[in-house]
């Protein structure tokens, strides 16, 4: 309810109380200038709309009352005044408080736009990986070897279990000669398609210098150089690549940072480990080649890192170590049975791919060893590379092992160039044996031969600058015998061993029985 006073110009002050719906008016002025205010202006016995008259005032105590209401009416004025500003802060604050609430709105409304974009972008990568994946599995499953190789006395075993993601590992059987097999297994740092195409060509270069080289040392130097030059940046791989000799037993190895292998033999467990870096990373990797002489019902078992780590994801040494006992544990079980309960393993435990390549010897070693070879002069270091690792694991020490490598070189060098007078379409043969006691070796070439007492002696003073018969000179300095036959196409070289015992005359006199 409002108050309203209104002052008429001239006249005296007149004061008179009406009775009125809205507003309440005082009207003052003399009476020619008073007029009706409201329409609905009701006075004592008075019409509406009718003007009033000083005659008509009240009496002084109406005149204190209408200033008694007009004080109340200026407090509540003052009141409604207050509760107006009162008003008027709590819209600002609430003002305010929309203000922050808005923009909390827009903040959070940005914030779920970004989630939904970087929601749409990870939908995107996460089809672009199924598919890496689908096509690095497809790639890894065509990388593998149809069969295992066909080797007499040899029992293979292979197996592969696929992980959540697709990683770069893998394995491989290479065939380099009849009695000589290959073995590989690798892993390629990184997942999903990348690490697959690595994986493609660690694969070929290996398969393509395994060809070309004869050891494996040598192996994995030009496939270290290979790659590189070639392949991606950021990726590099593990690997443990041997050879064996499926006639002589004999096993060269060699470790590049991976899992070492590990030899079973009559129940003991023993690791196969060397020193070198990883593939691919190094110009220099410095790997270490070693070599072992297998036995009948030995094997060999070749892993990738997530089999240890099913056994202890935590300590590699204590993993490696529950392994090593598992395997101890099992020793009597065949390869493939022994693999068989390895998968069961990892199916059950592991998320990541995971190979397995294992070997058991059926047969017993031979004694003998026969080689046939072009006259290709990289070909002697072939037959220094199946010769040389059966004597070391016979216990023949560094003279020894020098003496018989020079000797086989100069009289395989000799039977190419001056026998076969380097004619690549004819052949050395070699044929090796080794005993308890001594080192046999035979080479023989398809050239028309020669007079061994024509050559110059080359100890004497007027035959030191010539340039034949050094060669022979070498052999019979360093063996203990050297031996040609009628023709002299054929040379007969004899190491005894370290340990071996000569005879007394006495027994070299006795008759043979």
């Not at 410095?286 to 070749?302: G, P, T």
């Not at 061994?452 to 022979?472: C, F, V, Y």
Request: charged share 25%.
């Amino acid at each position: 309810m409002i108050t309203e006073l209104v002052s008429l110009a001239g006249g005296g002050r007149f004061t008179t109380k009406y009775t009125f719906c809205r507003p309440r008016c005082a009207i003052l002025g003399p009476p020619s200038q008073v007029r009706a205010v409201c329409p609905l202006l009701r006075t004592r016995g008075k019409p509406p709309y009718m003007g009033l008259t000083p005659g008509d005032a009240e009496p002084d105590d109406a005149s204190e009352q209408m200033n008694r209401q007009a004080e109340n009416l200026q407090k509540e004025i003052e009141s409604l005044a207050a509760q107006l500003a009162g008003a008027r802060e709590l819209i600002s604050q609430l003002n305010e408080r929309l203000r922050v609430q808005s923009a909390e709105l827009r903040r959070e409304s940005q914030v779920q736009a970004r989630m939904r974009a970087v929601s749409k972008r990870l939908e995107r990568q996460a089809l672009m990986l199924k598919h890496d994946n689908a096509v690095a599995r497809k790639l890894q499953k065509g990388l593998r070897p149809p069969s295992t190789a066909d080797f007499e006395g040899i029992q293979f075993a292979v197996e592969t279990i696929p992980g959540e993601r697709v990683s770069g590992d893998f394995y491989d059987i290479i065939r380099i000669s009849d009695s000589c097999v290959g073995l590989l297994i690798a892993g390629v740092s990184g997942y999903g398609l990348a690490a697959a195409v690595v994986m493609a060509q660690a694969r070929m270069a290996f398969r393509t210098f395994a060809t070309m080289e004869s050891s494996p040392k040598a192996i994995l130097e030009r496939v270290n150089d290979s790659l590189l030059e070639e392949t991606l940046a950021g990726h590099h791989l593990t690997a443990f690549m041997g050879l064996l000799d499926t006639e002589m037993l004999t096993f060269q190895y060699v470790n590049a940072s991976h899992c070492p292998a590990y030899l079973i033999h009559e129940g003991d467990v023993t690791p196969l480990d060397t020193e070198g870096l990883f593939v691919g990373m190094f110009d220099d990797p410095r790997y270490e080649q070693k070599s072992i002489q297998l036995e009948r019902n030995d094997k060999l078992l070749l892993f990738t890192d997530w089999l240890v780590r099913l056994f202890d994801g935590e300590a590699w040494d204590r993993a490696r170590s529950k392994l090593e006992d598992y395997l101890r544990e099992s020793s009597d079980s065949p390869i493939h049975k022994l693999i068989q309960r390895l998968s069961e393993v990892v199916i059950r435990e592991s998320s990541a791919d995971v190979a397995m390549l294992g070997i058991e010897l059926l047969r017993s070693k031979a004694r003998h060893k026969k080689i046939s070879i072009y006259s290709v002069p990289m070909e002697v270091l072939r037959v220094e590379n199946m010769v040389l690792p059966a004597v070391s694991a016979k216990g023949y020490g560094e003279r020894a092992l020098f003496a018989i490598r020079l000797a086989l070189e100069e009289a395989v060098s000799n039977a190419i160039q001056h026998g076969n007078k380097l004619d690549n379409t004819k052949k050395v043969t070699v044929d090796f044996t080794l005993d308890d006691d001594k080192v046999v070796m035979a080479v023989t070439d398809q050239g028309e031969g020669f007079d061994p007492s024509s050559l110059p002696d080359p100890t004497l003073d007027e035959n030191l600058e010539a340039t034949s018969g050094r060669g022979i000179a070498l052999m019979k300095a360093y063996m203990d015998s050297v031996e040609f036959n009628e023709k002299a196409n054929k040379v007969t070289m004899t190491k005894l061993a370290p340990w071996h015992t000569p005879k007394t005359p006495e027994q070299r006199a006795e008759p043979k029985k």
